[in-house]
């Protein structure tokens, strides 16, 4: 079947004259998860993992991917015809490296200049040059789409309106800020293209990829006009008024190609090339003076404004009152009732259902039971899923969205009689966590100044975890949303870890430990920046916690923690029952005031 | 005088054709401090302070400096003829601007190009350009020299030679490392202006720059020469040789902008722009292809090899029995004996020369008592100078040039009763100082990082001090090194905050707390920075402190500090103990093992 498509992709390429075809795993936006429709690389190679490229030449075929799908790899591709090539590995040379010396001098690389972002092609252009080889990139076409049959359609939720009390803020207001912001930069035109930065400036949600509530859709700005680029059929006859009363107009999904070419010489056009497709930067005219900076969005967007914070508070409790109930089930039912990843999952699901304006999962949920607690980026599926037994830990990473916000936490769980370093590990973690949320600051600090704080219990023994401490989360929006986080790593490119930490922001604390083949601990609480007071001295900042769900004692060595370490945990546990407890059965409260008792 | 002196420049710039001359508080190296030949500045104005630059116009001259000295300038510019600008103050136009404002169209702004660091000439361009005016910057004259009389020669100390017992690593094997890199870089020549590169990459020292022992010069290596730009009366035969075997030659010190002219077209010249002045910058012709970046040397120097860093411990005992003595010294005499700020500099000066390879203080001591604690760069002068009572704390910020090495150190010390205040703020700031000190954590890891484990004390009340936590230190060289240091901030352009902390490194570790008239804390050490365990998490690092002298226990409030801070200063002060007493007499051993007792 693979073998058939290449060959039909073959002949397409063979008309159009390309060399060689590029088939990434990107939507036309950048966004972290893809719908079916952009699922080209999956089609054409029958490799299912969620990262890999794949190259289609005349005599061969290959694909890209990383170390965490070499297994899966090679018995996806068995007998397909194409190359497995690991990212990595010794002698395995990168896929620009690779096409660099593969084509000849004057070769056509053919691609969806749509789903490749600016800067991937960009890279792929100096590679070909330091190595002195020119290689034309044609990237107005989608070769792929003309040979798949059946292809999904994109998807075309219905858009819906966000409620000034959900948002804080209008829309027209948010135009303006906009144009105010345009106007600074001297920007006649700007066109943004992230998913999440359309929906957060037009106070509309969608259904469009998974987990995150967002439009298909391309938004373009001028100081008079907006013009949004979408499938009209998914805006109700209230949704397009509401629009065009703040002076939204409308134009097809794909208009927005043609409508770049069309910008007048002389004129500037605003983009952020870091979150724009090929297509759309190459299309502009010669004449058109490009400017180029973050989306103008992109701060506002991740400062939560006070309606955002208070809405936030509220979630919580709803998400915390069902992740409480599940704990407690958990605890109740275990080694009576029959349980797996996979259905404690759905047990999940099924309490935020129960809570008031649910909207669903804010990405797929990880249930890993002991040694799967290991895997950072496991979840279950039907082959992997197990039982949980009543001994060892449960780790579970879940989140909701609901209309007023969005929710990310994990917590850890003993499930019987734990040994004693998982007790040490989950006391490790825990301190990290709670000394990160009780950090207080000069304004002007960010991320990278912080994050010592929740790591140094780890590091004081010689352990570390291989991810970030943190990432900014949207108001029901992406789960993941830029530019704030918690890293160590300051890189002169990356300006995440140098995002000055400002009132609003609202970021996750998730440090852990893993331990492979054994277990895996990680305690995630969502913490908001407040002020804190001012003095001769500056400005001081802190966090308020957000997530109220209880931290399990049963996993916790008290003696193994600070005095201040214990007093924010008891604070913590204070605030969880009292905002819990009144939404719990009394079994339920009572089960409460028992797990979050001052130690 | 002054005025006379400025009709006299006015003579010469009408000469020259010279609208206006610009005379700032620079060497021809970027240096920190500067010798008596370079204060053109206060010859031409009559103003002493430490900061200020000088513009003369015929009808004009204006003094621009900042707060810290707006009261000395108004007193010594008076009937001098130069107006005062003050720096920051509202409706004071910045030097560049008032020029831009100033200067007609066409006209010539004169200064010595070798005194201009190119960065701030680059920044007048940049103003000029902005602001439309076409002005010629003039920089191959010395206006003021012609008209000098009787300026003090430049310095011209004899050069030394340090052995390799001290440096560690032999001017061969350095030079050899230098060529790897230019050939890294492709680089055909390099020039390198500042003086603790040229020191030590040469493994000489010398005395031109107070308290920095360095040798006016420039070095331009190529791959097959080493050309050193130097008074050669500096240099005794034996010297002479040393350098010639390795394959260094000589020419005058000025030569080398004849030199920089002369590279062939088609040749490339690395520079570190940020340490060269404008006139070796722009000498070079217009077929040189310019490279720029660090110099070869900066982190080579910054990372102390073995040697250096064995020796740094050596003379941490020397320096440290210097100041023990010196504190056991003001607790035993203080309201018996008369004393005052500079009677206590002096006699650390007494105590330090009796110790081994002493070579002279490494900055200027600051000794303050009670409320001139608290100006953060005070330095007592003749009419400051206050008698110490018996009563409240006296900071004392002094350091020593020894041949293996360089110290820094400050102690507060409690010269009676103390205020509760006074304690908790010591004890905040004690507190910091430790924390920063057994930071233990991942390579990779840079002073942003960190800076928060000695400000936190502090920013949990509201409080904080206005300077760096702490700044890298030469090793028998500048006290100030770059690039490593502790600070929060991270700025894009500014590299030292998130350069990675590597072993070998040395850096101070000092919090303070400031109150206006009242009193002033500094507890400052070095530390060095250190590899501890490998784990399969990585490479983790550690801090040892290099100072070792007590810590004035009569100031610390020991039940506001956590277990784990006790810990680390009764570890210290063990130390203290073991490595300091075997040098003392037995009244003093006594005195230190009462000073160092577990708390």
Redesign the interface.
Known sequence: MIKERLEKLRAVMEREGIDAYLILTQDFHGSEYVGDFFKCRKYMSGFTGSAGSLVVMKDMAGLWTDGRYFLQAEQELKNTGVTLFKMQEEGVPKLSEFLADKLADGAKLGFDGRAVNFKTAQNLNRVFEKKQKKITLVYDMDLVGEIWENRPALAAEPVMLLDLSCTGKSRADKLSDVRAAMEGKKADYFVLSSLDDIAWLLNIRGGDVACNPVVLSYLVMTMDSAILFINEQTLKDQVRQALAADGVAFAPYNAVYDFVKQIPDGKSLYVDEKKTNYAVMMNRGEGVKLLTGDNFTLLPKCIKNKTEVDNERMVHIRDGVAVTKLIYWLKKNIGKTQMTELSVADKFEELRRQQEHYMGPSFEPIVGYAEHGAIIHYSATEESNVELKPSGLVLMDTGGQYLEGTTDITRTVALGELTQEEKEAFTLVLRGNLNLAG????S???G??????A??PM??R???Y?HGTGHGVGCFLNVHEGPVSFH???R?QERT??TELVEGMVVSDEPGLYFEGKFGIRTENLIVCKK??K?E??Q?MEFETLTIVPIDLEAVLPEKM???ERELLNTYHSKVYENIAPHLSDDEAAWLKEATRAI
Chains 1, 2 share one sequence.
């Open positions: 950090a207080k600051f000069k002007g600090i960010c990278a100044n912080l994050d010592y704080l790591r140094f590091w004081e010689g352990l570390d291989n160590w790593r300051v002169e870890t140098y804190a007071e003095t001295y500056g001081f600070s005095e201040r």
